[in-house]
Nanobody
Framework: QVQLVESGGGSVQPGGSLRLSCATS????????MGWFRQAPGKEREGVSC????????YYLDSVKGRFTVSRDNAKNTLYLQVNSLKPEDTARYYC???????????????????WGQGTQVTVSS
């Protein structure tokens, strides 16, 4: 069955960095777009980034552009999110998700993703 397992979260000070990973199994990883979402307590889930199946195009939430970088290793069936210059407002649980198609939509919405991991917590505070 499809499995998505995130790791790499933690507690960091403002300005810090983390590298989130999402190990996948149970499907042809290189056939699907992959995304990262986050949800903070009391807030709705929001799409952070999406990368197309072959890794050739990426999309980001405006508030993370220039700070976050999504990538994928199709040989290792693994998705990554490098998060730099972290801010307190980045505090959330981060989820990876498998897209329904090989491509990303310009607006990253949960409806375009069919499978989800359990999430990894990122906390940014001084």
């Amino acid at each position: 069955q499809v499995q998505l397992v995130e790791s790499g979260g933690g507690s960091v000070q403002p300005g810090g960095s983390l590298r989130l990973s999402c190990a996948t199994s149970g499907f042809s990883f290189d056939a699907y777009a992959m995304g990262w979402f986050r949800q903070a307590p009391g807030k709705e889930r929001e799409g952070v980034s999406c990368i197309v199946a072959n890794g050739g195009s990426t999309y980001y939430l405006d508030s993370v552009k220039g700070r976050f970088t999504v990538s994928r290793d199709n040989a290792k069936n693994t998705l990554y999110l490098q998060v730099n210059s972290l801010k307190p407002e980045d505090t959330a649980r981060y989820y990876c998700a498998r897209g329904r198609w090989p491509y990303c939509s310009a607006v990253i919405t949960a409806e375009d993703f069919g499978y989800w991991g359990q999430g990894t917590q990122v906390t940014v505070s001084s």
